[in-house]
């Protein structure tokens, strides 16, 4: 199979927030439950994490990141007023594993721990496949601003086939992985289990190669109401990004390399005032 560049589209929304909804109250604290609708949610996280601060920096720091991406399972929320929360945070969440009261949803991708996985949103076809420095593309089309948003730069390394993890019950993967998504899915160790052709794809990170990883696109602290997510305009004539709001695309007009889309990515996550997220401690 090629090395290809995919462009992966997935809601990307944000629960409201309403008491008896999904959020409940836990003394002081404000409780964004494990999520049991049909759909995923986008959350605006705050958690600990090694930043670079752009595609040159060789020396890794570690801090609270504020940075958009996917958790179902349980978060601390704290709200924020916003006009547009399309692209604009509804509030802060922190990210906290416990199966008390376990949802139905996975979080996938999943970018905590030692690097990032991928294994089942839109697998098929291609997607059953990918090659060693193929670049998957996370993010959400707003057709009405024009706009792709990314939140996950996903440069994959290698991957483990469901099969595999079925017949050794996920060894190797953390236990909090293992409840948040693998435990969701039948596909993986969810019983009964049924066979596929999924794979667990394992993202390439900075300690993996340093001039061609895997990144988040983060911040060290929100100004005012929070920060819009990275974006590349879907008329972007190098880029092409499909505007399709769901599904996935191939960059099909996009006539660079996986390495030269992704050296692309980084200058305007640079330029638009992002530090690259490389990896993230799991809740």
Request: with cysteine; hydrophobic share 30%; charged share 20%.
């Amino acid at each position: 199979m090629p090395i290809l560049k995919v462009q992966l589209n997935h809601p990307g929304s944000q629960k409201s927030h309403r008491f008896g909804s999904g959020y409940s109250k836990n003394g002081v604290n404000t409780i964004r439950e494990w999520n049991n609708d049909i759909s995923h949610y986008r959350k605006f996280i705050l958690n600990s994490g090694v930043f670079l601060d752009n595609a040159l920096d060789r020396k890794p720091k570690e801090v609270d990141l504020y940075f958009w991406g996917e958790w179902e399972g349980n978060s601390c929320f704290n709200p924020i007023n916003n006009s547009d929360y399309r692209v604009l945070p509804n509030g802060i969440h922190r990210p906290f594993h416990s199966i008390a009261i376990k949802g139905v949803q996975n979080t996938d991708p999943y970018v905590f721990g030692e690097n990032f996985k991928y294994c089942i949103c839109k697998q098929k076809g291609k997607l059953l496949n990918l090659c060693r420095g193929s670049i998957i593309l996370f993010g959400s089309v707003f057709p009405s601003l024009n706009k792709f948003y990314i939140d996950t730069v996903f440069v994959v390394k290698n991957h483990t086939p469901s099969k595999s993890v079925q017949a050794n019950g996920g060894l190797g993967y953390s236990q909090t992985y293992k409840e948040e998504t693998l435990e969701q899915l039948t596909q993986y160790l969810k019983i009964p289990q049924i066979n596929s052709n999924n794979s667990i794809y394992h993202s390439q990170t900075w300690w993996d190669d340093n001039e061609f990883f895997s990144f988040v696109p983060c911040k060290l602290e929100v100004n005012g109401n929070g920060f819009e997510r990275l974006f590349i305009n879907l008329n972007d004539p190098i880029t092409n990004p499909s505007s399709y709001p769901s599904g996935i695309s191939y960059f099909n007009s996009c006539k660079l390399t996986p390495k030269e889309l992704w050296n692309k990515i980084t200058v305007i996550a640079i330029e638009q005032k992002f530090k690259l997220g490389i990896r993230f401690t799991e809740p």
